[in-house]
């Protein structure tokens, strides 16, 4: 499986950014797919991330904010983030976890919310 994130970029505190997360290959190997961010000096955390049965998980920082979704006719997993602040600037990832206990994680892309 691999996963190809997009859609970061530069944004004002109080706008809003869509990341994407398009996933090749062997997609049937797919248990659960999600979004983590790792901001400078700190470790890489959970956003949001999709469990089983289909709901979903959200950290309590993003709640209310931001939103998972997917297509799965697209193989894309989504990321719509709304009310940006400074605090949400990282390097965001979309990881899935496959059968048998493999994780893949894209390539990650930055998002940058100034002030």
């Known amino acids: 499986v691999q996963l190809q994130a997009s859609g970061g970029g530069l944004v004002q505190a109080g706008g809003y950014l869509r990341l994407s997360c398009a996933a090749s290959g062997s997609i049937f190997s797919i248990n659960v797919m999600g979004w983590y961010r790792e901001a400078p000096g700190k470790l890489r955390e959970l956003v949001a991330t999709f469990i089983s049965g289909g709901t979903t998980n959200y950290a309590d920082s993003v709640k209310g904010r931001f939103t998972i979704s997917r297509d799965d006719a697209k193989n894309t997993m989504y990321l719509q983030m709304n009310s940006l602040t400074p605090e949400d600037t990282a390097v965001y990832y979309c990881?899935?976890?496959?059968?048998?206990?493999?994780?893949?994680w894209g390539r990650g892309t930055q998002v940058t919310v100034s002030s």
């Open positions: 990881r899935a976890s496959l059968h048998g206990g493999i994780v893949r």
